[in-house]
């Protein structure tokens, strides 16, 4: 039995599963997708597999065959980095985390679970209803009229659906487009269908109903073309058994579920359906999803199962992203608590190594693991309890945005004007909001940490936000910049930005701009910078800065405000003043020069970019007309050949 670790698994192989599929690939989550072997007694594809042309599918025009179809989605699904194994899962323990599941071969061990192994429709056994020589299933016989009712051999011919429920009577009324007459067969006197669905079926003149009826067999049609011809149909009660002419046959005797390898583990409906959280794919059990037919009994169609697909990919990412299962971000500073060492003697006072030498204060080791308790080392042996680091959640981070947009350094100089006691503030306003009280308590260093880290990498991204509204071009959103936004941060960082609630919270806010623009005035100029709220520093180093061991700048006073923007030289002369501030004024001017030829350069680069889109799109205009071109367009055409070659 191999072993796999994986943070999403999903079980199926239709379209929900795909999409999924291909949803968290392009996350980066490396997804492991079992397909199945002749599962439910169907090849991996689902009930596409047994379907011929698929012309409600969006993207083909001309229909594609539901094997093909399959092969796209599996062949997509490959390309973004899915594994996929041609195996069957038998067997689940969603009881604890890691969630197991199991193969004749194979061990899973998931984070996530997408459960999207579909419904297969029921369908009636009798001479004619098969596959094989002298079948019909798919040659008139089908399950699904929503899917195929409006093909060209069932187009004004008389058809016949097979059922008593709900379903027999919304697909009985939607063949009445296309069919010249539809009947209802129902081997019971009476329907089981609600009474408002028997009234819309029984008041269509189109519809005629057939009770106590059994097809006992199908047979070809007489001019020999291999599709349906007419039913066998037994009455019941009497035993008769009458000839009926009719081109289609479709099943509508309800679905059953592909759930019994989740052996009860998950809620189920009364017919065996996985219950799903309205709105979302989320089951009963945190962490499990499931998307399609298995949940879906109304619609029961390829583009919705892939719409599920979709969604339970994004639910399972964004519950990672929850449960800390991501991996942890390059530069995130990871703590432990105080590590106490004794040195082996009897005394009463614990001992504290500090780097060789005995101190006052813990020596504070970063062994990689994240504790909030302190333990013990004596004698080589480990006393105490580890715990998990709590990982900040996006709620938090909104909390304590707020709680720094709400926080005012004092204009006095005075005991809490200490960069300490600033953030102890923080800390106090972040545990007496309403929106925390459920939410795990913080102390001012958790909270000035994670403020640096919110600020750095907010900061980040909205420079390449601006970048990429600055490349915006005719015809893209907001939400398209940000995407392009999103591209340049992970192509200038090597990761991919996931304080997205955060930007939207600091974006238009003017104290949080005011302040990152004040520390880039000030960085690199003066150590002091360092001491403001969190700094704009992206360098791990400064997340250790001593921002606790210094106050903050004073407050300049009248005469000094009046002089801001001056350069003062102590202990100097006349004529040196002069030379410095000749000197400093031609930098500027220098540096204000070169920074407005690179934004003219950018600018024209820009502009000569989407002159050339425009050519490019103007040609493609060109060449995709239907009609002659007129002499005018000719001309133009080449001449924008000729400018591309």
């Avoid at 614990?350 to 504070?364: I, M, Q």
């Avoid at 909205?462 to 392009?484: F, I, K, M, N």
């Avoid at 606790?548 to 801001?564: F, L, Q, T, Y």
């Avoid at 350069?567 to 002369?573: E, S």
Wanted: hydrophobic share 35%; net charge positive.
């Amino acid at each position: 039995m191999e072993t796999h670790k994986t943070k999403v698994c999903i079980v199926g192989s239709g379209p929900a599963a795909h999409t999924a599929a291909i949803y968290a690939a392009r996350a980066e989550l490396t997804p492991l997708l079992f397909e199945g072997w002749m599962a439910n007694d169907i090849a991996p594809g689902g009930q596409l597999t047994t379907t011929t042309d698929v012309e409600n599918f969006p993207g083909f025009p001309d229909g594609i065959l539901g094997v093909d179809l399959v092969a796209k989605f599996r062949k997509q699904s490959e390309r973004f980095g899915t594994k996929i194994f041609t195996e069957t899962v038998n067997k689940v323990d969603f009881s604890s985390k890691p969630f197991k599941l199991f193969t004749n071969t194979r061990t899973v061990l998931a984070d996530s679970v997408i459960v999207s192994t579909g419904a297969v429709a029921k369908r009636l056994s009798f001479p004619g209803s098969g596959e094989g020589a002298g079948g019909f299933w798919n040659r008139g016989i089908s399950a699904c009229a929503v899917c195929d009712g409006a093909a060209p051999i069932f187009r004004d011919k008389p058809l016949v659906v097979i059922g008593g429920g709900d379903s027999a009577m919304e697909e009985a009324n939607f063949l009445t487009k296309y069919g010249s007459k539809v009947y209802i067969i129902h081997r019971r006197d009476t329907f089981r269908a609600s009474k408002i669905m028997q009234k819309r079926a029984l008041s269509n003149p189109k519809i005629e109903v057939i009770l106590n009826g059994s097809v006992v067999e199908a047979y070809g049609d007489e001019n020999g073309k291999g599709v349906l011809g007419g039913l066998k149909v037994k009455n019941v009660v009497t035993g008769d058994v009458s000839d009926l002419k009719a081109s289609g046959l479709f099943f509508a005797i309800g679905h059953e579920p592909a759930t019994k390898f989740l052996d009860g583990q998950l809620e189920l409906d009364e017919d065996g359906y996985v219950v799903t959280k309205p709105g979302t794919t989320k089951t009963s059990v945190a962490g499990v999803f499931a998307a399609g037919d298995v949940q879906d009994k109304k619609y029961r169609q390829a583009i919705t199962a892939a719409g599920t697909g979709c969604m339970a990919a994004l639910d399972a990412e964004h519950y990672l992203q929850e449960i800390g299962s991501q991996k942890v971000e390059l530069g995130q500073v990871v703590r432990a608590t105080p590590l106490t060492v004794y040195n082996g003697a009897s005394t009463s006072t614990p001992f504290t190594v500090y780097n060789g030498a005995s101190r006052s204060t813990p020596f504070t080791v970063y062994n990689g693991v994240s504790t909030s308790t302190p333990f013990t080392v004596d004698n080589g042996e480990t006393t105490g309890r580890r715990e998990t680091r709590c990982k900040w959640s996006p709620a938090e981070d909104v909390v304590l945005i707020n709680a720094w947009l709400n926080t005012d350094k004092y204009i006095i100089v005075a005991t809490d004007q200490r960069a300490s006691s600033f953030w102890k503030r923080i800390a106090a306003y972040y545990s007496s909001s309403p929106a925390a009280a459920s939410l795990p308590k913080r102390e001012s260093s958790h909270c000035k940490q994670r403020w640096q880290k919110i600020n750095d990498s907010v900061c980040k991204f909205v420079e390449c936000y601006d970048h990429a509204l600055r490349q915006r071009t005719s015809g893209q959103s907001e939400d398209d910049v940000v995407q392009v936004s999103y591209q340049f941060y992970f192509d200038d960082c090597k990761k991919r930005f996931t304080l997205e609630h955060a930007w939207r919270k600091l974006r238009h806010s003017q104290k949080w701009y005011s302040y990152i623009s004040k520390c880039s005035k000030s960085s690199g100029s003066s150590k002091r910078a360092k001491l403001d709220e969190g700094g704009t520093f992206s360098s791990s180093s400064n997340t250790k800065s001593n921002v606790d061991e210094h106050a903050m700048a004073r407050p300049i006073g009248v005469k000094s405000s009046k002089g801001e923007g001056e350069i003062v030289v102590t202990k100097t002369t006349n004529e040196e003043n002069v030379v410095t501030t000749k000197t400093t004024n031609e930098e500027r001017e220098s540096n204000s020069r070169s920074r407005l030829e690179n934004l003219w350069a950018l600018n024209e680069k820009d502009i000569a970019e989407r002159n050339k889109l425009s050519r490019i799109e103007l040609l493609r205009s060109l060449l995709g007309k239907t009609e002659k071109l007129s002499e005018k367009e000719e001309t133009l055409k080449n001449k924008l050949i000729d400018e591309m070659l």
